[in-house]
């Protein structure tokens, strides 16, 4: 795991009832997966035989009595490991507990990484902006204050934002076939926790039966009403939404997908560009990446 940064939560953070992002995961989580934490040694002896146990190719786990003290442990029992590139840690600390998602084998490195590569060259193309315009937080683990911490995979920012201990602008989440609803809880912490920090998240859900991709893009909206899970800064909800099939064919009420650029940089910009995508370059992103795949 990567150095962790640091910001003040929202602290509104719940729905009606006040249940957390955090607790609507684990309630995903069947009783099977869940443990008392005894050790980081011990933790990491059950990921590994969960992993050597099945072909799946995504795991939950829930681990309870995590204490944000534990954190260093883990960290160096797995910075060590060889299943540490696959895994990605969310902690509540308030509820000492732990969520341990795996993605064992290379397909999510693959394609969020080929992602955010295409992201970054885009970002290029914008006059006045080069490859050193922004920069990337992959396995970096952002504390909410002392109360919460998450991981993701290849967020960006800004690189006017500095280089020690700061957010992302953009977080994308990756996920298999059955992740979608931890994803977009994912996607609502992000922008509820980061204090508007992150303004923009990118789901990814690659389908393998026959393979496909889901992408979706989150950001924050007026609040159509109370009750809703919410903050200052509005509601989290899916604003675009994409479904590319194994022929490439495209489903989608829009014809691109679009990242403001108001969402990925901080300083104003005249008529700024934002990042575009049509619906025939995301066509062929997904081709290239199933030819990879298979």
Same mark, same amino acid.
């Given at each position: 795991m990567a150095a962790q #940064? %640091?910001? !003040?939560? @929202?602290?509104?953070?719940? !729905?009606?009832?006040?249940? !957390?992002?955090?607790? &609507?995961?684990? *309630?995903? /989580? $069947? @009783?099977?997966?869940?443990? +008392?934490? +005894?050790?980081? *040694?011990?933790?990491?002896?059950i990921m590994q035989t969960t992993i050597n146990s099945g072909s799946a190719e995504?795991?939950?786990?829930?681990? %309870?009595g995590v204490t944000h003290d534990d954190l260093p442990e883990i960290d160096k029992e797995f910075f060590a490991s060889n299943i540490q590139g696959t895994v990605r840690f969310t902690t509540e600390n308030i509820l000492q507990a732990l /969520?341990?998602? &795996?993605?064992?084998?290379?397909r999510h490195r693959t394609l969020s990484l080929n992602l955010s590569i295409r992201i970054t060259f885009k970002i290029t193309d914008i006059p006045g902006n080069t490859l050193y315009s922004t920069r990337t937080f992959c396995g970096t683990r952002f504390d909410f204050g002392n109360i919460r911490s998450k991981e993701g995979h290849q967020p960006l920012g800004p690189a006017t934002r500095g280089a020690k201990g700061v957010w992302p602008s953009v977080a994308m989440e990756v996920?298999? #076939?059955?992740? &979608? @609803?931890?994803?977009r809880l994912d996607a609502e912490r992000w922008l509820i926790n980061s204090a508007g920090a992150i303004r923009h998240v990118i789901l990814v859900q690659l389908m393998t039966d026959s393979l496909a991709l889901h992408i979706e893009c989150w950001a924050m909206a007026p609040a159509p009403q109370m009750g809703t899970r919410q903050s200052p800064n509005g509601v989290p909800r899916c604003v675009q939404q994409f479904k590319i099939n194994t022929n490439g064919a495209v489903i989608s009420t829009s014809p691109?997908?679009? /990242? $403001?650029y108001t969402a990925i940089f901080d300083e104003p910009n005249e008529n700024p560009p934002d990042v575009v995508f049509t619906n025939a370059e995301l066509s062929s992103f997904a081709l290239q990446m199933f030819e990879m795949m298979n």
């Open positions: #940064s %640091h910001i !003040t939560p @929202d602290p509104l953070q719940g !729905t009606v009832g006040g249940t !957390t992002p955090f607790e &609507m995961q684990a *309630a995903l /989580i $069947p @009783d099977e997966n869940k443990f +008392e934490y +005894e050790s980081a *040694a011990e933790m990491l002896r995504e795991y939950f786990l829930y681990f %309870h /969520i341990c998602r &795996m993605l064992p084998g290379w996920g298999y #076939s059955q992740a &979608m @609803d931890f994803l691109e997908l679009r /990242i $403001p």
